[in-house]
T-cell receptor, first 118, second 114 residues
């Protein structure tokens, strides 16, 4: 059972470069989200999606783009990387979404992608 | 929006002792309070959760209590073992328009000393 798969696990970028962090889940979850984890700041929501074709901003969306063309995939794009985006990024999914089901429930996290921007 | 405060940020206990982590939340509409454990190099994993219609929930050595009036909830780990060493996050969540809005605390690094 793969669960939530994130790639790459590690990435080093130069300021101004762009890249995409990939996230895929095989649990048919409607809800997917991206968090960043920084020391002393916990997990902060970047963007989320309640179903294919629907995305919305979280707490810290600036500098990031997302799309949700399929239920399985939710890529996170960094448009022009900045040192402030150095962080560990986690993708998470949950059964809850627009079609109903559990409106609040367990988040299933990937193992994270560590990004360094020089 | 919701604000979740978590204390302490670090906690060291001797093996076999108990550990308590406390969180407060600000949004009275929050109705779901999960706790996640994050081991080194891994993503957070749910270990226990409680909903707002329950005051206490236990699962073997871990328990969570919720005081809705005071807007605080706590994680209790008894008979701690070295494998309990990890970072623990509390969170507060509420359903809104078909999705859940989850706010995490800043985490507690628990070290269990053998």
């Amino acid at each position: 059972n793969a669960g939530v798969t994130q790639t790459p696990k590690f990435q080093v970028l130069k300021t101004g470069q762009s890249m995409t962090l990939q996230c895929a889940q095989d649990m048919n979850h409607e809800y997917m989200s991206w968090y960043r984890q920084d020391p002393g700041m916990g997990l902060r929501l970047i963007h989320y999606s309640v179903g294919a074709g629907i995305t919305d901003q979280g707490e810290v969306p600036n500098g990031y783009n997302v799309s949700r063309s399929t239920t399985e995939d939710f890529p996170l794009r960094l448009l022009s990387a900045a040192p402030s985006q150095t962080s560990v990024y986690f993708c998470a999914s949950s059964p809850g979404g627009l079609a109903g089901g559990h409106r609040t429930g367990e988040l299933f996290f990937g193992e994270g992608s560590r990004l360094t921007v020089l | 929006g919701e604000n979740v405060e978590q204390h302490p940020s670090t906690l060291s206990v001797q093996e076999g002792d108990s550990a308590v982590i406390k969180c407060t939340y600000s949004d009275s509409a929050s109705n779901y309070f999960p706790w996640y454990k994050q081991e080194l190099g891994k993503g957070p994993q749910l270990i226990i959760d409680i909903r707002s219609n329950v005051g206490e929930k236990k699962d073997q050595r871990i328990a969570v209590t919720l005081n809705k009036t005071a807007k605080h909830f706590s994680l209790h780990i008894t008979e701690t073992q070295p494998e309990d060493s990890a970072v623990y996050f509390c969170a507060a969540s509420r359903g809104s328009g078909g999705y859940q809005k989850v706010t995490f605390g800043t985490g507690t690094k628990l070290q269990v000393i053998p």
